[in-house]
């Protein structure tokens, strides 16, 4: 595990964000194509706080870097490489659709330091009221049960975190009985 994630965008790609929204959305949060309105002003808001997350505008790689505390060389090496799949528009590293490849091609620059952390697998397989996995006919697959996120069926694209936070467990624990209790009544359990 990396002990530190930062996202690096350019001002013109700030700029772009602000007036045109991003390519990608975050459930009802942040839509795709939503102009991010307030982005300048809460960038800004949470710089003048003190938040050391924050970092920007930065002019050169090389100044970022320091701001950064990271080798210069290296970022640099990196953001070559990185520049170099955007324009080639094929990821090798990291095989990323090429739509969200985004050259840092000139400053300034922004950064903000990430935390890691997931909300669930939101999708999963289709199951049935028993939580046995169906094919692409909604026929079961035998001895085949999944609980939990990675079922399907409890949310669409996003995970309500403001309103229903720990539902994923609720249905974790729910649809992980519910699996046990099917293969049991089936038989599909070895006793001893």
Known sequence: ??????SIVTQAQMDDMHEH?????????????EPLTMLWDQRKEQQDAGNKAVHGPIDTIDELAKELGLDADALKSEINAYNGYC?????????KDPQYLFALDEGPYYAFELKVGI?????????NNDCQVLDEK????????????????????????????????????????TAAEACAGKGEFATA
């Open 87 to 95: 324009k080639e528009k094929k990821d090798l590293e990291f095989n």
């Open 138 to 177: 909604n026929i079961p697959i035998a001895n085949l049960y999944a609980a939990g996120c990675d079922a399907g069926g409890l949310y669409g694209d996003a995970y309500n975190v403001s309103i229903c936070e720990g539902s994923c467990q609720g249905f974790a624990v729910f649809t992980g009985k």
């Open 119 to 127: 909300f669930s697998t939101v999708g999963g397989m289709k199951i």
């Open 21 to 33: 929204g991003g390519t990608f959305g975050c459930g009802e949060y942040i839509h795709a194509g």
């Open 1 to 6: 595990m990396q002990d530190r994630v930062i």
